[in-house]
Structures are given as C-alpha cells and as structure tokens.
C-alpha cells in the first residue's frame, strides 16, 4: 500500500509539474501575443482562450496543493533547484568566455553540473510539507527580517474559513491582510469607477496591464492578499472568494502601521524622520513593483531576449526609496533603469507625462514629482513610487547620496534644511574618527553617464580643459560650485566648520 501511494505521489507530482509550466507558458504567450498578431480581434480572441485555459488548470493545480501538499512543495523545490544549477550552468559558461576558465576547467565543472541536474530530476524521495509559521516567515517581503516576522506570529491569529466564504468585499475599507496557509482563493477584479489614471487599482493579481477589463484569478497558499491595500488605504477593487475550506493568517492593519515604525531604516546613512525609508514598506512596495516590471520589461527592446530567469534575477537588485521630499528627481548614471509603479512624474526635457505602472525611457534625465510647482495634478494624487535598477556593481546606499549630491536635485526647504545639518554632522564626525575607525567603504566604479541629446550636443562647450588630479587651478576655484577638497581646508576653515555645527547643533529642537 506505501509503494501504491508512493506511485501515485510521482504521478501527481509529474503532472503538477507539468500544469505549474502550462501556466507560466500561457502567461508569457499572453505577454507576446501583441508582437505576434496584428489583427485586434483575433489576438482578444486568443487571449481570452488562454486565459480560460490557464484559469481551468490553475484551479487544479491549488486543489492538488490542499489535498496533498507535499506533491507541490517537492515540485516547487525541484523547480528552484533545477533553475539555480541552470543558472550556474550560464555563469561558468560567462568565465569561459571572459577568459577565468579554460576548457578543461570548464568541462569538468559543466560536468559536475550536469550530474546535479540528473540527481535533481530522478530523485523519488518527497519534502514535507511547511508548517505555518514557516509560510509566513518565507514571505517574500519578510526575508532577512526575523524581528517583524516574530511580531506577526505575536499579534496575529490563524482563522478558519468554509467555502464560499467571502474574506474581501469590493468597495471596502482596508482593515489589515491575509497570508494563506491553506486552501484555494478566488479573486474577482472589477474595474473603478472612478479615474485611475494617477494610481493604480487596489488589486495585486495581475497577469496584464488591462485594468479597465474584469479579471479572476486563484490565490494558492503562501501568497499574502491585500497588500496593496494596507500601503495605499484605497478601496479594493476586487472580491476575495473562498474556493475551498482555507486556513490564513490574519493581521490588523494597526499591528502593520507599527511594523513599520519598528522596521524603519535610513537609507542615506542618517537618522532623519523625513526622509527615513521604511524597510518593511518598501519591500512591500519592491514586491508589488516587481510584479509590474515582469509584465513591463519583456516588451522593451533592451530586453526582448532575456529569459524569465534572468529578468527576476535582474529585478532581485532593485529597491524602492523613499521620496517623500523630493521635487525634482535626476536620473544619475547609477541607475539602469526605473519603473513608475504608482503616482505620477513627468520628464522635465521633453514634458512627457507617466501614469502607473509605466516604464521610465533611458532618456529622461529629471523627473519632475507632484511636489513641484511644475506639475498640475489633482489634490489626491498619491505619492510617487519609483523602482529602481541599479547598475551594476551599485546599491541603494551609492544611489541615493549621488541623488543628494546632485545640484540639480531639488527638495522641499524644510527637509532640504535637515538634510544639510545631518549631513554636515555626518562629514565633520567622519573627518573627527581616527583612520583606523571609519568606515570601510569602496567607492563603486561608475558606469557611463547617460545624458539627453540636448546634453551630449552642448556637452563640449562646457569642457575648457582637463582637470589635473590632486590640484586645483585658478578657473576651477573662482568657478560657482567649486568645492574643495579636504587637503585644500586650511586649519582656520575646519575651526569655523567646527564653530558653526556647534552652533547648528544648539538650534536643533527648532529645526
């Protein structure tokens, strides 16, 4: 009787794995189904069968999960395994060709490769399933964060639903979230009535940029419903049914509100309470943005021929700041690219204005937020969100204090205030520290600067002459934004810098 169940859990599993790749499949064909048929009709035809389709195999493929959850998890662990030795199969292929590994290192490593990849896919043996503590702990925008993902598991509780239950009604307040444990949900998207262009529905399921369309879609276990909710306080605009008998964990929207004053972080280095990024906000925001960009990104010539794989991969270095005070936002060479996931923001040089979610073109230099005098927006246009790409060999930290250093960044005056006095106390501080106490930061190597063609036509009329490294000339010291190095600081001026942060320091309380 074990060996009978045994087969039949292969089966099953064999099966799973082949609707989990129907549905990816079906999704990236509803994604290129634009580039493949010119005729309006008959490509609304096609997608709307797919759609049925992957709707058909999706409902399955979560009941096979509630009744026997350790089939999906042995396929899901199979599947990251197989797709991890996939992408070491890639990279030593790269160190081949940058000329790291010869041709005997790398058949030998191919091979060892190889012979995981063969294990990986023959392997009978099944994994347990996860217990719920665990599903909450392996959301995505709780990793690496133990300490929100305990006060969760404190102030929450796991509730018990029947079928047909509803846990979200369309047109409700935000009250909190859910993270399945068990069981299979339905989700009906019906569209605003109101205008959306300046932010985008309270629905986090989208397989398409169609939000003026009705949509359904199941939610299986693992995946938390009404995030989007819980950072924006909109009203969904969908209804959550349950399918089957479901287990979920449940968490106030209070209990988040305090999570995210726990988890508050500075992303520039100081402790600022205006422009403190929230680390558990923006990785809620990072997630939702990610979603966008997997939709966004394949239909961009720079990354027509990159695989699924290998643009999740990029997005894994992508991060969303905080940009509460900004005005007027540049677009440094650090950046890769960025993708507007809610709010609105226009190019400065061509007045080109994004609505969410939206792609930023390479060639947009400044962007112009709704803090700005500049742009025209309603009263209730929420703030904007960006998600960012960095280039590589960069993070956020490298980013954001290039922002802060550029002389065309505009931010509001009183946050521009406190940010001046934090970052003159972090300066002296620093240049007060002993050698061997400062911190180890390498200066990341820069990529090309990407500029407009307004700017590469004037760029050489800047450009009297080059600047010779470690001195100064006379023109470079008369010019307005000259700014000395710490060698060229006589021990008068660190004296006055010394004078004037005391005093700073005594106005603190009123800034």
């Known amino acids: 009787m074990g060996y009978i169940d045994r087969m039949i859990d292969i089966q099953l599993a064999f099966g799973y794995d082949v609707g989990k790749g129907f549905v990816t499949g079906a999704q990236e064909v509803c994604t290129l189904l634009p580039q493949l048929v010119d005729n309006k009709q008959i490509q609304d035809m096609l997608t709307a069968t797919l759609d049925n389709d992957r709707l058909i195999v999706t409902r399955q493929l979560g009941l096979l999960q509630r009744d026997r959850p350790w089939t999906a998890i042995t396929v899901k662990t199979k599947q990251a395994t197989t797709s991890t030795l996939n992408i070491m199969t890639l990279d030593a292929m790269q160190l081949k060709e940058e000329g790291f590994l010869d041709e005997m290192e790398y058949r030998m490593l191919l091979h060892a490769i190889q012979d995981k990849i063969q294990l990986c896919r023959h392997k009978g043996s099944l994994v347990a399933p996860s217990s719920p503590e665990t599903q909450l702990r392996a959301v995505s925008w709780l990793q690496g964060n133990e300490r929100i993902a ?128 929230v680390r558990l906000e923006a990785a809620m925001w990072r997630e939702i943005g990610i979603k966008f960009s997997m939709i966004l990104l394949p239909s961009v010539p720079a990354y027509y021929a990159w695989t699924s794989e290998r643009l999740s991969m990029r997005l894994e270095h992508s991060f969303v700041p905080c940009l509460k005070a900004f005005k007027v936002f540049v677009v440094n060479e650090l950046m890769e690219d960025i993708v507007l996931i809610d709010g609105v923001c226009q190019d400065m040089a061509t007045r080109e204005v994004f609505q969410p979610p939206a792609y930023i073109p390479r060639t947009a230099h400044r962007l112009i937020f709704p803090k700005s005098s500049q742009l025209m927006v309603s009263s209730n246009c929420p703030e904007t969100k960006l998600l960012i790409i960095p280039s590589k060999d960069c993070d956020e930290m490298d980013i954001m204090e290039d922002e802060l250093d550029d002389l065309q960044c505009e931010l509001i005056s009183n946050v521009s205030s406190r940010c001046l006095y934090h970052r003159v106390a972090r300066r002296v501080s620093n240049e007060s520290r002993a050698p061997g106490t400062r911190r180890a930061r390498v200066k990341r190597r820069r990529a090309p600067r990407r500029v407009n063609y307004r700017e590469s036509v004037f760029a050489k009329q800047q450009i009297s002459s080059q600047i010779i490294v470690g001195a100064s000339s006379d023109k470079d010291i008369a010019a307005k934004y000259y700014k000395p190095s710490a060698v060229d600081v006589s021990d008068k001026a660190r004296a006055d810098a010394a004078r004037i942060r005391g005093e700073v320091t005594s106005l603190t309380p009123y800034l």
């Open 150 to 277: 305990d006060f969760f598991l404190e102030n929450s509780e796991i509730l018990n639903h029947n079928i047909n239950d509803v846990l979200i009604s369309r047109g409700d307040e935000p009250k909190g979230l859910y993270i399945l444990v068990s069981g299979l949900l339905e989700a009906s998207y019906i569209p605003p009535e109101d205008d959306i262009d300046e932010a985008v529905p309270n629905y986090e399921f989208m397989t398409d940029l169609k939000f003026g369309e009705p949509s359904q879609d199941f939610i299986v276990s693992g995946n938390a419903v009404g995030v989007l909710g819980v950072l924006t306080s909109r009203p969904y605009s969908y209804t959550v049914r349950c399918d089957s008998a479901v287990q979920a964990y449940y968490i106030t929207l209070a209990v988040i509100k305090e999570a995210f004053n726990l988890a508050s972080h500075p992303i520039m280095g100081f402790d600022d309470l205006v422009l403190k990024s």
